[in-house]
């Protein structure tokens, strides 16, 4: 018999739910037609649109035209990276940020804006905006995608009011409060299938007052910010997922609280580790732990065949088996950046599922104990 896979990866990708399908599936039978078209199909889709550009806009803080759907925060960050890059003289971030916000920054360096490097202390906070100016670009994430250390946006904003920033809240929307309008962001990234939503879309919000520079051209839609057929479908998802996620958003927090006690009480009865990120004030969902003295890529094999689905780092960058730039930012010791899992977890699993992963982990690491011994 396959042994039943235990999925603790949801940092990655969280699975669609079944009334975010329901929702899409009951547009698809209902509509189809281009948005852009003058006739009254068109009509009838940029309708639903426009529903959704709404209900994303209450839900996040912002007004429906601050809303942009794009293909994922992938595109978002970028868009509104190199979009901004205009405007400003300097750039600021630090190492903790996902790829797709530092390789466009890198890009605004490699263009000619100097480039400021933001600090991060062992917990994985940014401490201070102090030196930025009305002439820098902020990027800075709300929550970080491998350790859930969430940052304090609204202390970091007050040393720092005029001038821009870039949030990157991939990790954070549907998962904390997110108000685009009291965190003070220029723009602000989310991608629908980090909250059970559908893969493909995501949103950059643009504060009114801001004008981007478009990345690519061709096409009117959304203001000719970001050209191109909309896919109502997909925004049809994302906004029932959003809504869900807003709704339950407590319970979601509260249920993830328990199942992370329970999994970190199972696994300390049976092995050393130790925490990276803020566990007590991070996202409830993501644990990143160390176990010294392992390497991080062959626990990561032996999980795999064990049926774990879990991650040494962030997606994007397994695979290279590279040391955790998120962790050396922190100044972790090697040891501890080069034996680091990420286990992610979500609402929907059983306690029994959780204490079965956990057991799993364990075991595969005192088995990894008696090989190194042997
Ligand atoms: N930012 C963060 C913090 C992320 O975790 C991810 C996904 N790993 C992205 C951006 C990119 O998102 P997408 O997959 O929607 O392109």
């Not at 999925?7 to 009951?26: F, H, R």
């Not at 890009?107 to 201070?128: C, E, F, K, M, N």
């Not at 670009?137 to 005029?162: S, W």
């Not at 950046?337 to 599922?353: C, I, Q």
Request: hydrophobic share 40%.
């Amino acid at each position: 018999m396959p042994i039943r896979r235990i999925y603790l990866d949801n940092n990655s990708t969280t699975p669609m739910l079944p009334e975010v399908l329901e929702a899409m599936t009951d547009y698809a039978r209902k509509h189809w037609g281009n948005p852009a078209s003058a006739h009254r199909t068109g009509a009838a889709v940029r309708r639903v649109l426009e529903d959704c550009r709404a209900k994303v806009a209450t839900l996040l803080g912002a007004f429906p035209d601050e809303v942009i759907f794009t293909s994922g925060a992938t595109e978002a960050n970028n868009l509104a990276i190199l979009g901004l890059g205009h405007l400003v003289e300097e750039v600021a971030f630090a190492a903790i940020e996902h790829p797709s916000s530092l390789e466009p920054a890198k890009r605004l360096v490699q263009q000619g804006t100097r480039q400021h490097t933001l600090q991060v202390d062992p917990l994985g906070y940014v401490d201070s905006l102090a030196v930025c100016t009305k002439a820098t670009l902020i990027v800075l994430q709300l929550a970080n995608h491998e350790t859930g250390t969430v940052q304090r946006l609204a202390k970091l904003r007050q040393q720092y009011p005029a001038g821009y920033l870039h949030c990157d809240a991939t990790q954070a929307v549907g998962k904390i409060p997110v108000h685009f309008h009291q965190i003070g962001a220029s723009t602000l990234a989310a991608s629908a299938h980090k909250f059970f939503g559908p893969p493909g879309i995501g949103v950059l919000l643009v504060n009114r007052c801001i004008r981007l520079e478009p990345q690519q051209s061709g096409g009117h839609q959304q203001q000719g910010v970001r050209p191109g057929t909309e896919p109502v479908m997909l925004a049809v998802g994302l906004a029932k997922a959003l809504e869900l996620a807003c709704e339950q958003m407590q319970q979601r927090h509260e249920r993830c609280r328990l199942l992370r006690e329970l999994f970190l009480m199972t696994l300390q009865q049976q092995v050393n580790f130790v925490i990276n990120g803020d566990a007590e004030h991070g996202l409830n969902h993501t644990l990143n732990l160390s176990f010294p003295g392992y390497a991080s890529d062959v626990l990561f094999i032996r999980l795999d065949l064990a049926g774990i689905d879990c991650s040494t780092g962030s997606a994007c960058s397994s695979g290279s088996m590279l040391p955790s730039p998120v962790l050396q930012a922190m100044g972790t010791s090697a040891d501890r950046h080069k034996s680091a899992m990420r286990f992610s977890l979500n609402h929907l699993l059983s306690d029994e599922e959780v204490v079965d992963g956990a057991e799993r982990i364990a075991r595969e690491v005192r088995q990894l104990q008696t090989h190194s011994l042997s």
